[in-house]
C-alpha cells in the first residue's frame, strides 16, 4: 500500500487507531499536529469525501461540562486517578503565574492544572463509597485494652518496624529490615541478681529513666529473621542472667552497681571519730559501734552520704550532707 | 482478663473491591499514573462486561469472599504515616483523605502535624568551562505531613495502608512506622534453671 504518513488528524485517540490497523504494511511516522497535509496517493485508495482528498475538519463541539447536571454522580465522571481534563471539569479554575497587568491563565490547555496531581477521584463521596466497601475487611480492637496502661501490662513486648513506599526503579528498600524492640524490666520476671547482671550484659541499651530496654536488629537481610534474632536474643539474656556462675562470688565493691554505706570506709571512718571523740573505755568495742550505729545522727549521715554517692550531686545533696556532719560532730556554728 | 484472640480476615482482592466500587473504564485505566496497579487491573477489567458500567448492578452480581481465619490478628499501638512531597499542597489534600479514610473506618487518630520542612541546596557552576565566579543555586523542598493512628488491629491496618497506598499521589513518598505489641514468649516466663540449678554459690 501507499505510504499513509502524512494524513494525519486533529485527536490524538484517532492516530493511535488508526496507526494499529495500517502498521503492517511497511514504515510510517504518524504526526499529531492540528494541520492537514494533503497527500496525492492516498486519494483513489480511501475514496474520501472531497474530491480533493481532504477531510473536513470537525469541529470540537461544547465541552462536557455544559452537558452536566447538578446532582450527577461525581465519582462516575472521576473513577481513578486520571489527569485534569479541562473538559470534564465544571469548575471555573484559574491557575498560573499572572503576566503583567494580567490574570492567571484559564484552565483550557492549562499546563500548570495537568501537571499537579489532583485529587478529584478522591471527594468525600468517593471516599465514604470506599470504606463501605472495605469495612467488612476490617477487624474491632478490643474493647477490654482501651488505656496504654492495660495494654503495657498485658503486652509488654513492643516491636517496632518501618515500610517504605517510594517511586523508583525498586520497591524495596533496605531499611525496612530494621526492627526494634522493647521491654520493660519490670514486666520480666527477673530477681535482684538477675536484674544486675541483666544491666550488665546489655549495657548501653537499657534507659534508666523509662525502664526499657532497646534491642536494635538489623544484620540479617529480612525482618523476619531480625524479629526472630530479636527474640532469641531476649531469651538468651533472660535465661544467662538467672545463671549463677563460680566466677561471680568473686565480686569486689568496685564492681557494685551502687554504693552501699555498711562496710565502707565512710562507716570505718565516722566509728572511730566518734569513739575516739567518746573515748571513756567502758564496754566492748563492738557494743559500743552498734550503739553508735544506732544513733539518730549517724544514721542521717549514711543517707546523706549514700545519696551524695548514689544520685548527682545537687545543691539540697550537699546541704543535707554539711547538717549531718554538724550534728554527728556536734559543730554547732 | 485473657488477652482476647481477634480473628484474621484475608483479604480477598483489595483492587476488585476499588474496580467494582469506582467503576473502572478502559479510558480511565488508560491514563492511571499509578504504575503498580495499572496492568494488574487492566487484566482483570477487560474480562468484564462493559454493559455493567455505571450501574449499581456491577456491586452485586460479584460477591466478595471474606476468609475468616482463626490466626490471632496483630495488635498494632501506634502506626505513624509520614508522608513527603515536595508540594504542601498536595500533603494538605492527601491528609484531609487520609483523615477522612479514618474516620469513615473507625480507627482513632492520634496527632497529625507537620514537621519542618528540609531545603537541601546545591551550589553549582553556571558555565561549562571556567567563571568560577558565577554560581547557580538550586534547591530541593521536602515538606512532610504526620498522621498517628492508635489501637489499630492488624487486619484494619492492612486495609487501610493498602487504600491509602493506592491513592499515593505521584511524587509523594511514604514511611510507615508501626508498633506492634506482643506478649512475653512463653519461655522467657520462668528461668529454665529452676529445674536444673547448676551452681549455688552466693553471687555476691
Redesign the interface.
Known amino acids: 500500500m501507499a505510504s499513509f504518513g502524512s494524513k494525519v488528524f486533529l485527536l490524538l485517540g484517532r492516530t493511535n487507531v488508526s496507526g494499529v490497523g495500517y502498521r503492517k504494511t511497511g514504515n510510517r511516522a504518524t504526526y499529531a499536529t492540528a494541520l492537514t497535509v494533503n497527500s496525492s496517493s492516498t486519494n483513489k485508495a480511501r475514496g474520501g469525501k472531497g474530491s480533493t482528498g481532504r477531510r473536513p475538519k470537525r469541529g470540537t463541539g461544547e465541552p462536557r461540562t455544559e452537558k452536566m447536571a447538578l446532582d450527577q454522580d461525581w465519582?462516575?465522571v472521576?473513577?481513578?486517578?486520571?489527569?485534569f481534563r479541562a473538559n470534564a471539569v465544571p469548575l471555573p479554575l484559574r491557575m498560573g503565574y499572572p503576566v503583567k497587568r494580567g490574570i492567571p491563565p484559564e484552565k483550557k490547555g492549562n499546563l500548570e492544572l495537568i501537571k499537579?496531581?489532583n485529587?478529584l477521584?478522591?471527594t468525600?463521596a468517593?471516599?465514604?463509597?470506599?470504606?463501605?466497601?472495605?469495612?467488612?475487611?476490617?477487624?474491632?480492637?478490643?474493647s477490654?485494652?482501651?488505656t496504654?496502661a492495660k495494654?503495657d501490662e498485658?503486652?509488654?513486648?513492643?516491636?517496632?518496624?518501618?515500610?517504605?513506599?517510594?517511586?523508583g526503579p525498586s520497591?524495596r528498600n533496605p531499611s525496612a529490615r530494621v526492627v526494634h524492640m522493647k521491654?520493660k524490666l519490670s514486666?520480666?520476671?527477673l530477681d535482684d541478681?538477675?536484674r544486675k547482671k541483666m544491666l550488665k550484659l546489655v549495657g548501653d541499651r537499657y534507659c534508666k529513666d523509662s525502664d526499657i530496654l532497646t534491642i536494635k536488629t538489623e544484620s540479617c537481610p529480612l525482618r523476619q529473621q531480625n524479629y526472630d534474632y530479636a527474640?532469641y536474643l531476649?531469651?538468651v539474656l533472660?535465661?544467662e542472667s538467672?545463671?549463677?556462675?563460680?566466677w561471680?562470688?568473686e565480686?569486689t565493691r568496685a564492681d557494685m552497681e551502687e554504693y552501699s554505706w555498711e562496710d565502707s570506709t565512710s562507716q570505718k571512718n565516722i566509728l572511730d571519730t566518734l569513739l575516739r571523740i567518746n573515748a571513756t573505755g567502758e564496754g566492748e568495742e563492738a557494743e559500743v559501734r552498734e550503739q553508735l550505729l544506732g544513733r539518730e545522727e549517724v544514721l542521717e549521715y549514711k543517707d546523706s552520704v549514700e545519696t551524695l554517692k548514689n544520685e548527682e550531686p545537687s545543691e539540697s545533696n550537699m546541704l543535707r550532707y554539711k547538717e549531718a556532719v554538724r550534728k554527728v560532730l556536734k559543730v554547732w556554728q | 482478663m485473657a488477652a482476647p484472640l481477634v480473628v484474621r480476615r484475608e483479604l480477598f482482592s483489595l483492587v476488585n473491591i476499588l474496580g467494582g466500587i469506582s467503576q473502572l473504564g478502559p479510558r480511565g485505566l488508560g491514563a492511571c499514573s499509578n504504575h503498580r496497579k495499572c496492568s494488574q487491573t487492566r487484566f482483570e477489567l477487560l474480562q468484564r462486561p462493559n454493559t455493567f458500567f455505571h450501574t449499581a448492578a456491577y456491586l452485586s452480581s460479584t460477591p466478595f469472599t471474606i476468609t475468616v481465619t482463626d490466626e490471632p490478628d496483630t495488635l498494632f499501638q501506634k502506626v505513624v504515616v509520614l508522608v513527603k512531597a515536595h508540594d504542601r499542597a498536595v500533603l494538605d489534600s492527601y491528609e484531609f483523605f487520609a483523615t477522612m479514610a479514618a474516620k469513615e473506618l473507625g480507627i482513632t487518630m492520634g496527632k497529625v502535624f507537620e514537621p519542618p520542612k528540609d531545603i537541601e541546596r546545591l551550589t553549582l557552576l553556571k558555565s561549562v568551562h571556567i567563571y568560577k565566579k558565577h554560581r547557580v543555586q538550586y534547591e530541593m523542598r521536602t515538606h512532610y505531613r504526620s498522621i498517628e493512628l492508635l489501637h489499630v488491629t492488624g487486619c484494619t491496618a492492612q486495609v487501610y495502608l493498602e487504600y491509602i497506598q493506592r491513592n499515593l499521589p505521584e511524587g509523594v513518598a511514604m514511611e510507615v512506622t508501626k508498633t506492634a505489641m506482643e506478649k512475653i514468649p512463653d519461655h522467657i516466663l520462668e528461668p529454665m534453671w529452676k529445674d536444673h540449678p547448676i551452681d549455688d554459690k552466693s553471687s555476691k
Do not use: G
Open positions: 465519582t462516575s472521576y473513577p481513578a486517578a486520571t489527569p499537579i496531581p485529587f477521584h478522591l468525600p468517593a471516599i465514604r463509597k470506599h470504606c463501605e466497601a472495605l469495612k467488612p475487611f476490617c477487624t474491632e480492637w478490643p477490654a485494652l482501651d496504654d495494654c498485658l503486652f509488654p513486648v513492643k516491636i517496632q518496624s518501618t515500610d517504605y513506599v517510594s517511586a520497591i521491654v514486666s520480666l520476671n541478681h538477675a527474640m531476649l531469651t533472660y535465661h538467672w545463671k549463677i556462675e563460680p561471680e562470688a565480686k
